[in-house]
């Protein structure tokens, strides 16, 4: 049973267009949710996240944004830069709960000149 | 850099074997937390130690164990290796419980 679900494999963008990455989520427990980003042969590098009280969360070129109503949650990066092809690893968690991060099985982004 | 160290980077091992991955967090956190990701899946999680305590577990066999030391040092113990233990494990640490957890750059463990 996968509790937190990231259905595209891969996807493409043009450098400077707007990346956006999705991620669906079924356990109602979840109330914590971040983006981490892998380069191959790394550690996940911590990105952004978004407390389940908040609709929307701002860092520079990365947004993200949750709906929990549709237990959906998308990350959007803008401008896309090369730098920015990576796999991105959606994941969430229960504040008062084990703290463990459930993670989806990735999107790798692909930012083209 | 994260500031989470792990050792060794790679490790290559036979089964039914013993290996010990080691995995220093980040100064002043006190929990760990491993992962592990097997080939073209997302990473699982293992067990979290706070402050030498285990704090949670999760999907980790009976043939893995871990433990935390004073000096807030972690380890994690795979023994009776088998072909489909051979992954990437990821160590992570945070303050405290926090949910931001910080990566190191793994272990690849391959068993033959």
């Known amino acids: 049973d996968q509790q937190v679900k990231q259905n595209s494999p891969s996807l493409s963008v043009q450098e400077g267009r707007i990346s956006i990455l999705n991620c669906d989520y079924t356990?109602?427990?979840?109330?914590?949710f971040l983006w981490y980003k892998k380069y191959p042969a790394e550690g996940p590098t911590f990105l952004i996240s978004?407390?389940?009280?908040?609709d929307k969360n701002e860092d520079g070129r990365f947004t993200v944004f949750l709906n929990k109503s549709a237990k959906h949650l998308s990350l959007h990066i803008v401008p896309s830069q090369p730098g920015d092809s990576a796999v991105y690893f959606c994941?969430?968690?229960?504040?008062?709960?084990?703290?463990?991060?459930?993670f989806g099985q990735g999107t790798r982004l692909t930012i083209n000149p | 850099d994260s500031g989470v160290t792990q050792t060794p980077k790679h490790l290559i091992t036979a089964t039914g074997q013993r290996v010990t991955l080691r995995c220093s967090p980040r100064?002043?956190?006190?929990?760990v937390y491993w992962y592990q990701q097997s080939l073209d899946q997302g990473l699982q999680f293992l067990i979290q130690?706070?402050?030498?305590?285990?704090?949670a577990k999760g999907n980790i066999l009976e043939r893995f164990s871990a433990q935390q030391f004073p000096d807030l040092h972690s380890e994690l113990n795979l023994s009776s290796l088998e072909l489909g233990d051979s992954a990437l494990y990821f160590c992570?640490?945070?303050?405290?419980?926090?949910?931001?957890?910080?990566f190191g750059p793994g272990t690849r463990l391959t068993v033959t």
């Open positions: 992570a640490s945070s303050v405290g419980s926090g949910l931001e957890q910080y």
């Open positions: 356990n109602s427990m979840f109330d914590y």
């Open positions: 978004i407390s389940s009280i908040k």
């Open positions: 994941a969430a968690s229960e504040v008062q709960g084990a703290q463990k991060l459930v």
């Open positions: 100064s002043g956190d006190l929990s």
């Open positions: 130690y706070y402050n030498g305590e285990e704090r």
